[in-house]
């Protein structure tokens, strides 16, 4: 029977730490101007990069833990403050990380899907810390629809941005993102909590 409270429990957070609001701000951003095929194909790039990526550390995450002697508390604090500074950064400055960011003319258009929008933005340090976790607290099946479901719904959304975008504007954006920021907060700490409880064998 489809668990849908574990479900959820995996989806939410993901969904949220990935953020596809903030990466559709700076993908409009490169993308006004372009063609409908250079859309799609920064859509494509960026939706594949990051799906594979969750993906490759979801199943061999774990595996490259052990290999480097770090426990799942190590992880669960380590990957907590991680989500913990993503999120502060999501509040105070309603976007990803300005280190993530490059120049629009800086590169071709094309290698803009892998890097920044695959990863970091969707992909990044956060949300591959978090896809480890899921997949030692969860069912691997769950995590893994919820992996896939995210990224259709970060690739519909990519594909409606500019419709998105009209509506809601980049500062309705970027209050989403904010919004957004004080929730990942909310997992970064459990996670921490978790870890720290995990490790002194509390609970």
């Known amino acids: 029977m489809f668990d849908l409270f574990n479900f959820l429990h995996i989806f939410v957070p993901l969904f949220v730490v990935v953020d596809p609001f903030a990466a559709m701000i700076l993908f409009i951003s490169y993308a006004k101007g372009r063609s409908k095929i250079e859309r799609l194909k920064v859509v494509s790039d960026a939706t594949l990069t990051s799906f594979l990526i969750l993906v490759f550390f979801a199943i061999f995450g774990y595996y490259i833990l052990l290999y480097f002697g770090i426990s ?18 999501m509040v105070t400055e309603g976007d990803k990380p300005q280190g993530s960011r490059r120049k629009q003319n800086s590169e071709p258009l ?9 990863t970091p933005l969707l992909a990044g340090p956060g949300a591959i810390s978090l896809v480890i976790i899921l997949m030692h607290d969860y069912s691997w ?3 893994m629809l919820s992996i896939i479901l995210v990224t259709i719904i970060t690739y519909l959304l ?9 509506l809601i504007k980049e500062k309705g954006a970027r209050a989403l993102t904010r919004v957004f920021g004080v929730l990942v907060a909310g997992f970064a700490i459990q996670y921490i909590f978790t870890g720290i409880a995990l490790f002194f064998h509390i609970g």
């Open 141 to 143: 099946p769950l995590v």
């Open 110 to 118: 094309g290698d803009i899907g892998i890097v920044p929008l695959g």
């Open 72 to 89: 799942i508390p190590a992880l669960e604090v380590a990957g907590g403050i991680l989500i913990l500074l993503t999120s502060v950064e």
């Open 158 to 166: 990519f594909m409606g941005a500019f419709y998105i975008y009209n």
